[in-house]
Structures are given as structure tokens and as C-alpha cells.
């Protein structure tokens, strides 16, 4: 276990240039334990002084082998391994993979539990980006920017706890609907945090915005124009600072987001900052969407009445002999697919998160691929970091979001 | 079906005798392994799909004929369509040609599916694994390999696979 | 030594800031590199890609030191029993402190670093020499 193998440079040839075989340039290795890279990325960055000539992701150090497990697993049991992926976007995991199996077997899902769903993943955005700001402002040496997110970020964790039981992980999303009912604080909760994060947004834009330090080392580093990003299949606010106003939630509404009134920020300069700008604008955005859907929070009831898919509640089964054996079929066997392929994707904090799902007329999934945004986004940062200098790489790394859980799977 | 996507997949269907399968309003082409450079560049050109989304394969062991069929994402940005194409491969020794001539991105996603799968590329610019460490044996996402659990331990077994672990000495 | 790996490096970063704060219980100093620090908290699941770096960088550091394992994957393999992950990270290198959860609230961390703090009170140097 503690051999390491070592690639030599002869397997990289065709990767670095010709000045690194000579020993014109350095061979620097920003290895995976590394505090600016926001988990483990292991980038061999092919150095000329202090410039990047050529950086080679390497990834698989956080590999998983998710999709493996999950077809090990029925479909509501997979359901707790999709929180772990981009551990960031939790209920947004959940909410893709149940999307897809919700379109595989056409179950349909009440609006209140629509509703519910875009209110927590509007907030889950909103962590997001509050963890994406504060890490990247770290990186660029403003620390207190981190506590002051990771501040917010403590209230939206207390919404999805009250809600799922579990800060994080808390699966609370499932196929038909959600696991239960929100409690009774939760309207009132959620309104307080709403009435109170404006002004915290204006607060990280005081200190970040117009800051000649951050400007400094946030514009015109790592230009992406319009082009690189169609071609590179980029998504996400990395998409939209680059000038494409592009957004699932816009081009193909999921979970009745075209209820919602609501912008897409978009930006056209493709730099670091503007990346920034998206991603400061989408946090008022996501406050508005979930303004909204509060306000038009209907009653009802929130998981499907589908009993072949929905477990019955647990009230009935000492009076109805279907529902006993609903519950009995669901929790012994689970739910079956058909032998058949389905792609869904929404839109994730940091881009098009889509799930492939293929079933085989049994209850455990044939093959379940996930699109994730980061294994995509990160390929264009050899090509966004040529050029700069090594201590701008900080600063790409954390313009692009990426977040390793998703990279590795 | 819209009316792009009709006459998108209308003219694969005549150009290169695929076969179209609809679900659930997702429509999919089916194609011949040697054909996806040219259905793909068809299709990027002239209808307006230039984003692969993603790109994958599924394993279907112990069916042999054929054993993979390889799933290429692709989505219209302009016309706001998406389509999925798939190629089914026989299980000796896969490979077909690669796609990164027409999508770059198409790069670290046939990586993964060499990694995963065991899929060759012919033509890719880097062929070599991506999330396995790079002298691992065997190519995970296959059926045939074995998920590689761990049993659990309970209190009956504990002391027995207590013994096998393998624990690290200081 | 900051060495969070996953979703637990995020409890972590977590425990750090100002609600749960770790800097009251004299911890708040997270060194980036192996040679200068003498507690490792490993945050997340380990693969098995990972793994001698994890023991190279253990090895890297002075005695004495101490080793976290925060969060089930880093304790048992966690939610993840398959070929890619190592199944508890004391199959790397040796654990002072468990902490259970996935991922532990940032009060549970708080409590295993107290809990290593009651242990190395109990210590004495010549154990190390």
C-alpha cells in the first residue's frame, strides 16, 4: 500500500512541450494534498519561471465508483449514495436522479412538492456559491469573506436539517415527491433568512467587488471567448460570463420553474471577474425565485398516490390489505423499471448536471451515467491557464467551481 | 417531435440507414460503429448540434452481439433539442474511432469509458486512464468485474475479519 | 494539516469558521504542509489512487502525531463497500480518534479533537522517543 508508481515523463511525452524533454522548463507537480486546489486535483504544471506553459489535470484521486455501487443497489437505496457526488449540491443530486426515475416510470409529483423541491434548491444554490465565494476568496488572501459566507451558510444547513434531518446529506428529495411534510417553521424561517441575505449579498460586494486588489487579480485572467466554451461543451456560469445566455432552468423547465419570474445574469468579457459577477447576480436571482415559490406555496399533498412506486403512509397499513402489501413489495423488492434509457438534466450550480438512467425491468438500475459539470469544466483549464502565472492557477481553479466529488464520481 | 429534430433525424436515417427509437419524448438514433464521425459531423454542420452533453457506454454481459452500446448526449444550444445516438459494439475487443476531431470535449469522456470499460479509441490523442490509478488491472464498470465489497462485520464474524484486515503498523 | 478530502473537508472548513468556531479550543492554525504539523484529520473518503499519497504524507510528518479519522468513509469505508475505495483509512495508517457521521456535525469533530486532547494528556514523550 505505501509503493507509489511513478508516471515517468516518456508516458507524457505527447502532452508537454519540447522545451520540457530538453529541461528548458520546469516539471513542477501541484500535488493532490494541496490547499488552494479544493480537494484532490493533482495538476503537473509545466513551468518557464514563474509562467505556465502547460498544466495536465490528473484526477481519480477521490474515485468512488458510484455508478458501479448504485447498480448494486435499488433505486431508493441508490437514492443516498447521489448526495455524496458533488457533496455541495446535495438536494440538486437527489433531485436529477429522481427526476430521472420519476421520467423512466412516468410517475407524476404533486405541485406542493414541486414547489418544495425548487425552494430547497434554490437554497442549496445559494450554499453553494456561498462555499464557491468563500473558498475562492480565500484563495485570493481575503479571509474574511470566508467566515462571513460560511456564516450564511450555517442558516440554509438549519433549513434543510429541519426539513431532511441531516445537514448535508440529508436525502430528503424521493422518487414521487419528498420524504415528509416540511414542519411548521419552516415558511417563517425561510422568510427570515430571505429578509436578512440582501443585505449580506451587498455586504460581500462591498468588501469583493470593487476591491483593485481582487479586479487585479481577477480581470482578464482566464479569458474563455464564446467559441472555446460551445466547443468545449461547457456549461453553467462559466458558460454564461463567456456571453451565452443559457440556462436549463430556462431552456427546459423542470419542477414548474416556468412559474418563476426570474434573469439569467450573463456577461460578455469571459474573464474571471465576470465569472464572479454571474455567479454574485445568480445569488439575488435564487433569492427571488424562492421568494416567489413561497409565496405561492400550494397545500396539498406531497408525495405521488402512486402506491406502486410511493410507499403508503404508515396510518393506513393496519386498515388496508393493498397498502400492506405495497409496503411489503416496496421495502422487500422495490419498485421495477422498464428496460429502457432516459436523460435528465438540471441546472446545478455549476452547470448541466444530467443523470442517464437505463433500467432493466428490475428493481436495481442496469446503468446510471452522470453528466456531471466539473468533469467537463475542467478540461479547458490547460487551455485557460496558458500564459499566467502560476499564482493566477489559484485563481482559475477556483473560477471554474469545481467541485472533486463530481469530477471523480 | 419537432420539426428540426424530424428533419435531422429523417436525414441520418437516409444518409447512413440508422434506426430511430422514441421514449418518453426522447428521441434516439442508432448507428454503426464506423459512421459516428461522419453522423456527428452531419449532424453538428448542418442541424445545429454542437454541444456534446456527455458520452458513455452501457455493458450488457453476458449478451455478446452486441455486448456495449456506446451513448453519445449531443444538445442543439440554437434549437434547444436534444438527441441521444447509440452504437452497439461487439464485446472482443471494442473500439471505434474517436469523436474529439468534431468535439473536443469528447477527450476525458473517452478516457473514462477506456478506464471503465475497456472501449479503444482509434485515433484519440491520449488514450490512458483517468480515474484508476494508472497500472490498474481490469476495467471496473464492466459487468464481469466484481463490485469488490467488503463483508461486514458483525458481531458473529468480528474477531474473524478483525484478523484479516489488513491494519497499518506504525 | 488540511487535509480534507470530501464532503467531511466541508463539515471541517465548518468547524472552523465562526459558528463552531475551533480556534476556542486553540486548534484554528491548519497547515498546508506534513513537515510542520503534528495532528492529520483525515476528512473523506480515501480511493485507492489516493492511498500512498495519504501514507507518504504521514510518513512526512515529525513525531509526534496523531491521526483523526473524521467521518465513516475515513473510519470504516463508510456508505461506499466497493472496489475503489479503501475500507477504512487505519488500513493506511494507525488512528488515535474515530469521529462517527456522514458527514460529523461540526460538533462531533470538536469532540474527537477534545477526546485527542484527553489522550495526549495522557501521554508522556518518552512514549514517542
Known amino acids: ?409 | 417531435m419537432d420539426a428540426h429534430l424530424q428533419a435531422a433525424t429523417q436525414a441520418i436515417q437516409e444518409r447512413f440507414a440508422g434506426q430511430v427509437s422514441e421514449f418518453r419524448d426522447q428521441i434516439s438514433l442508432i448507428v454503426a460503429p464506423q459512421q459516428i464521425v461522419e453522423v456527428c459531423r452531419a449532424l453538428k454542420d448542418d442541424f445545429g448540434f454542437d454541444m456534446l452533453s456527455g458520452e458513455t457506454a452501457v455493458d450488457y454481459w453476458p449478451a455478446q452481439e452486441p455486448r456495449f452500446h456506446l451513448v453519445y448526449l449531443l444538445y442543439s444550444l440554437q434549437h434547444n433539442l436534444r438527441l441521444t445516438v447509440r452504437v452497439p459494439l461487439n464485446g472482443n475487443s471494442p473500439s471505434l474511432p474517436t469523436l474529439e476531431s468534431v468535439y473536443p470535449s469528447a477527450n476525458w469522456h473517452e478516457r473514462e469509458i477506456w478506464d471503465m470499460f475497456g472501449v479503444r479509441f482509434e485515433g484519440h490523442s491520449d488514450l490512458r486512464r483517468i480515474l484508476m490509478p494508472a497500472d490498474w488491472e481490469g476495467h471496473p464498470l464492466r459487468k464481469d468485474y466484481p463490485l469488490g465489497y467488503e463483508e461486514v462485520q458483525f458481531s458473529f464474524n468480528y474477531d474473524e475479519i478483525d484478523a484479516r484486515k489488513p491494519y497499518a503498523k506504525e | 494539516m488540511l487535509f480534507g478530502l470530501a464532503c467531511c473537508a466541508i463539515e471541517m472548513m465548518s468547524a472552523q469558521a465562526s459558528d463552531y468556531d475551533l480556534s476556542r479550543f486553540g486548534m484554528e492554525l491548519m497547515r498546508a504542509s506534513p513537515r510542520q504539523s503534528d495532528l492529520m484529520i483525515v476528512a473523506g473518503r480515501v480511493s485507492r489512487k489516493m492511498a500512498p499519497v495519504l501514507r507518504r504524507l504521514y510518513d512526512q510528518m515529525p513525531d509526534p502525531k496523531w491521526v483523526i479519522s473524521m467521518g465513516d468513509c475515513a473510519s470504516c469505508g463508510g456508505v461506499f463497500n466497493n472496489y475503489a475505495i479503501v475500507q477504512g483509512v487505519d488500513e493506511v495508517v494507525p488512528v488515535d480518534v474515530y469521529v462517527a457521521g456522514c458527514p460529523p456535525r461540526p460538533e462531533a469533530l470538536i469532540h474527537g479533537i477534545m477526546t485527542l486532547h484527553e489522550k495526549v494528556r495522557g501521554e508522556q514523550i518518552k512514549d514517542w522517543a
Open chain 1, 1 to 409: 500500500m505505501s509503493e507509489t508508481t511513478e508516471i515517468t515523463l516518456n508516458e507524457l511525452r505527447h502532452l508537454v512541450s519540447e522545451r520540457a524533454i530538453e529541461g528548458d522548463t520546469v516539471l513542477l507537480n501541484m500535488g493532490p494534498q494541496h490547499p488552494s486546489t479544493h480537494g484532490v486535483l493533482r495538476l503537473l504544471l509545466e513551468l518557464d519561471g514563474e509562467s505556465v506553459i502547460n498544466c495536465i489535470p490528473d484526477v481519480g484521486f477521490l474515485h468512488t465508483g458510484i455508478e458501479k455501487n448504485m447498480e448494486a443497489k435499488t433505486y431508493v437505496k441508490a437514492a443516498v449514495m447521489t448526495d455524496r457526488l458533488d457533496y455541495l449540491n446535495t438536494v440538486g443530486n437527489n433531485l436529477v436522479y429522481c427526476l430521472a426515475i420519476e421520467k423512466l416510470v412516468d410517475l407524476d409529483v404533486p405541485p406542493r412538492a414541486q414547489a418544495i423541491r425548487v425552494i430547497l434548491t434554490e437554497l442549496q444554490r445559494i450554499a453553494s456559491h456561498l462555499v464557491w465565494l468563500g473558498t475562492h476568496a480565500l484563495d485570493l488572501a481575503a479571509m474574511s469573506v470566508f467566515l462571513y459566507c460560511f456564516r450564511e451558510r450555517e442558516k440554509i444547513l438549519d433549513i434543510i436539517e429541519m426539513c431532511g434531518g441531516q445537514r448535508m446529506m440529508a436525502t430528503y428529495i424521493r422518487p414521487g415527491g419528498l420524504w415528509r411534510d416540511v414542519p411548521v417553521e419552516f415558511e417563517d424561517t425561510v422568510r427570515q433568512f430571505l429578509k436578512i441575505f440582501p443585505a449580506r449579498i451587498d455586504e460581500y460586494e462591498a468588501l469583493l467587488t470593487k476591491n483593485p486588489i481582487f479586479q487585479d487579480r481577477t480581470k482578464k485572467i482566464g479569458v474563455l471567448s464564446r467559441q472555446d466554451a460551445i466547443r468545449w461543451g461547457i456549461t453553467g456560469p462559466t458558460l454564461r460570463a463567456s456571453g451565452v445566455a443559457h440556462d436549463l432552468r430556462k431552456a427546459q423547465p423542470y419542477c414548474g420553474y416556468e412559474q418563476y419570474d426570474f434573469d439569467i445574469p450573463t456577461q460578455t468579457a469571459g474573464d474571471t471577474y465576470a465569472r464572479y459577477q454571474v455567479r454574485m447576480e445568480e445569488l439575488r436571482q435564487s433569492v427571488r425565485i424562492v421568494q416567489q415559490a413561497l409565496d405561492k406555496l400550494p397545500l396539498g399533498p406531497v408525495n405521488s398516490n402512486n402506491r406502486k412506486y410511493v410507499p403508503p403512509p404508515r396510518s393506513e397499513l393496519g386498515t388496508s390489505m393493498e397498502a400492506l402489501i405495497h409496503h411489503f413489495k416496496l421495502w422487500t423488492e422495490g419498485f421495477s423499471a422498464p428496460a429502457a434509457a432516459v436523460y435528465v438534466a438540471v441546472e446545478s450550480p455549476r452547470g448541466e448536471l444530467g443523470v442517464y438512467l437505463e433500467g432493466n425491468d428490475g428493481p436495481k438500475p442496469h446503468r446510471v451515467y452522470w453528466r456531471t459539470p466539473s468533469f467537463v469544466n475542467l478540461q479547458i483549464l490547460p487551455l485557460l491557464s496558458k500564459g499566467h502565472l502560476v499564482a493566477d492557477l489559484v485563481a482559475l481553479i477556483g473560477t471554474v467551481d469545481i467541485v472533486l466529488g463530481d469530477v471523480d464520481r
